[in-house]
């Protein structure tokens, strides 16, 4: 099986059609910024972008993503030396505590950023909500993401 994972085409043989996308990834191509979280798609610690959109990885069969693009965490930023903006705006406003969940939240941001430049507090709350944080730093993503917001909204009215 072939898979296009973070730009570059990788070649898994050893994978069964029905393995989950989160296994492939993290076991197979050595991608462990997903994580394994609960394994039935409702806390959000492994979502991965799948040509654009967020998905739960743990959900996803590999096989069915052979022909599409799959981008993790460690795919996000636009270059070995850089960081997403998103990225950037978690560590100025502090998100992480524990740090688990975040790659999936950020990853889920991303997307919505990607087909909304300028959500509203609600919209960011409604798009994050699949997305589960144990020390609670809700309050925290949501800045961070109306940071990276409005920085792409007020470059975009210049």
């Known amino acids: 099986m072939q898979l296009k994972v973070n730009g570059k085409i990788h070649s898994v043989d050893i994978v069964h059609d029905d393995t989950p996308l989160l296994w492939v990834l993290r076991d197979h191509l050595g991608l462990v910024g997903t994580k394994f979280g609960c394994g039935i798609g409702q806390c959000g610690a492994c979502t991965v972008h ?3 959109e967020a998905v739960f990885s743990c959900l996803v069969p590999a ?3 052979t022909d599409r693009a799959v981008t993790t965490i460690e795919g996000l930023a636009p270059g070995p030396s850089e960081l997403h903006p998103l990225q950037r705006a978690w560590i100025e406003r502090d998100v992480a505590q524990c740090g688990y969940c975040q790659s999936g939240q950020i990853m889920r941001a991303a997307a919505l ?3 909304n430049a300028s959500p509203t507090a609600e919209e960011i709350d409604t798009a994050m909500a699949p997305s589960l944080c144990r020390c609670g730093t809700y309050v925290r993503i949501r800045t961070a993401i109306e940071d990276v917001a409005g920085k792409t909204q007020g470059a975009a009215d210049e």
Do not use: F, I, M, Y
């Open 50 to 52: 799948v040509d654009g």
């Open 63 to 65: 096989a069915t993503v």
């Open 113 to 115: 950023l990607a087909r």
